[in-house]
């Protein structure tokens, strides 16, 4: 069951370029988390998201968690050739357990 | 500086060899996750372990056999695998409770011939 789907897949953008990435389900999720992923390395946490709604910007980085708590997004401003790598949104459905179901990716090249 | 410690970090075998992955974490983490990334597929979590007892098994073939003799160690035994095996296996850990991020090893990078 493909739970979290996310869009683009693929994207190469030139660097300064702005570009948005999306993580849409069709059920609920108690939070949300964003990872990157370098080639050679395990993913890396960005944020957390647990508010219907909420917004959270690390620098360069906005994310938004949709109002349904179904839905989130990934905001780049000005990308630079070090967002390169694969992003990946992850759901918690169940409040305390531990488990993520993770989306199918979308892989990012940001070129100088 | 990863916390999480995956070895080996490369591993090519024959479909009737018996090896084993090995991960260790010094985060003072109590729960511990296989996961499986292929190529064309979201990242499948396969076990779960919280505080040394298993909580998830995700329909894993019985090839794939792991073990975790306390919360900082976790094995994944593997034997008699098939090509479609090969992927890359992540070992995560966390905090167990609502909402705690995982932190992943760099993974083994698994080639079955």
């Known amino acids: 069951t493909q739970l979290l789907e996310q869009s683009p897949q693929f994207l190469s953008i030139q660097e300064g370029e702005n570009l948005t990435v999306y993580c849409n389900s069709s059920?609920?999720?108690?939070?949300l988390q964003w990872y990157r992923q370098e080639p050679g390395e395990g993913p890396v946490l960005l944020v957390t998201?647990?508010?219907?709604?909420e917004v959270k910007k690390l620098k360069r980085l906005t994310f938004q968690f949709g109002d349904a708590r179904k839905d989130s997004s990934l905001h780049i401003t000005a990308a630079q050739p070090g967002d390169t790598g694969l992003y990946l949104c992850?759901?918690?459905?169940?409040?305390?357990?531990?488990?993520?179901?993770f989306g199918t990716g979308t892989r990012l090249t940001v070129i100088p | 500086e990863t916390g999480v410690t995956q070895t080996p970090r490369h591993l090519v075998m024959g479909m009737t060899n018996k090896k084993s992955l090995k991960c260790e974490q010094h985060?003072?983490?109590?729960?511990m996750y296989w996961y499986k990334q292929s190529a064309k597929k979201p990242l499948e979590l396969m076990f779960v372990?919280?505080?040394?007892?298993?909580?998830e098994n995700n329909s894993v073939p019985s090839r794939f056999s792991p073990e975790c003799p306390n919360s900082s160690h976790l094995f994944l035994h593997l034997h008699t695998l098939q090509p479609e095996d090969s992927a890359l296996y992540l070992c995560?850990?966390?905090?167990?409770?609502?909402?705690?991020?995982?932190?992943f090893g760099d993974g083994t990078r698994l080639s079955i011939l």
């Open positions: 995560a850990s966390s905090q167990t409770g609502r909402d705690q991020p995982q932190h």
């Open positions: 059920s609920v999720f108690s939070s």
């Open positions: 998201v647990v508010t219907g709604g």
């Open positions: 992850a759901g918690a459905q169940v409040p305390g357990a531990n488990n993520l179901f």
């Open positions: 985060l003072g983490h109590n729960a």
């Open positions: 372990y919280n505080f040394k007892e298993q909580t």
